[in-house]
């Protein structure tokens, strides 16, 4: 009940936003989907031209793991690794 009032007061703090405003926000919104699915299609394309599946998900993961490592809270700020 609670996220369902957070959920409405948030779509309640948009309205008062100008048309431009709303736009660009779908558009980054769009924007990001479309950037998440590309880790999903993109094997799938890969694999269609040959390569192989897990190989080319191996090589698109590799930016995901590093930003995670370096990231990672437990590690002392101003150290380098």
Known sequence: MAETRFLIRSVYA?????R???LVTLALFL???GEGLFFYI?????????????G???????PAFLTGLFLHPR????RSL
């Open 14 to 18: 948009l309205l008062p936003m100008s």
């Open 20 to 22: 431009d405003i709303k």
């Open 31 to 33: 924007w990001g989907s």
């Open 42 to 54: 993109m094997p799938l394309y890969m694999e269609q031209l040959g390569r192989h599946a897990a």
């Open 56 to 62: 080319s998900r191996v090589v698109l993961a590799w």
């Open 75 to 78: 590690r002392p700020a101003g």
